[in-house]
């Protein structure tokens, strides 16, 4: 408990939250997951772009992002999920253990899109941001592209508000 007392009262809510699930893990109130089984019940959230709707989970956790969507065997195609990580830094994504092939959108702090992955399963091939962000959403392969949805465009949803930050 200690490390969570520990945190000031300005640090913002995804590191209070990132070390609540920490602690909880560590205490062993949280249950372990297998490494060979898909995550289903992480928090989600509803994303927007444009007119199009996304139901995304969200991987706020080193665990949970480490996982991501590995062993998925399918995703319905407005789903997918939303990897947070607590500062903008190049991210780096690969696919080792992922079945289904998808495309990292590596989206900066307000939304907008930096940079849009194409990435095939089973691969250890590096994804990489073109600059720092913090934040990258994973969707089935092509639903950016079906859409006409390219570097630049900007996504609405409460992870890109400022007051949620």
Same mark, same amino acid.
Request: hydrophobic fraction near 45%; charged fraction near 20%.
């Given at each position: ?44 959230? /509803? ?17 949970? =992002? ?18 947070? $990580? ?6 780096? $994504?690969?696919? /080792? ?27 250890t091939d590096s994804h990489c941001s073109a600059k720092p962000v913090r934040f990258v959403l994973e969707m089935n392969q092509g639903w950016f592209a079906k =859409? ?5 465009? /900007?996504?609405?949803? /409460?992870? $890109? ?5």
């Amino acid at each position: 408990m200690r490390a969570f007392l520990f945190l000031s009262h300005n640090e913002n809510m995804n590191q209070r939250r990132n070390a609540l699930f920490l602690l909880l893990w560590v205490f062993g109130a949280l249950p372990a997951l297998a490494q060979d089984q898909p995550q289903l019940n992480l928090p989600r959230v /509803k994303l927007q772009a444009g007119m199009h709707q996304m139901d995304v989970q969200v991987a706020y956790t080193p665990e949970q =992002r480490q996982i991501g969507l590995m062993f998925r065997k399918e995703m319905p195609q407005h789903e997918g999920m939303l990897f947070v $990580f607590e500062q903008p830094t190049q991210q780096c $994504f690969w696919m /080792k253990n992922t079945i289904l092939p998808l495309t990292a959108a590596f989206v900066a702090d307000d939304g907008t899109i930096v940079n849009l992955a194409d990435m095939q399963p089973q691969t250890t091939d590096s994804h990489c941001s073109a600059k720092p962000v913090r934040f990258v959403l994973e969707m089935n392969q092509g639903w950016f592209a079906k =859409r006409a949805i390219r570097a630049g465009f /900007k996504l609405a949803g /409460k992870p $890109f508000d400022p007051a949620n930050r």
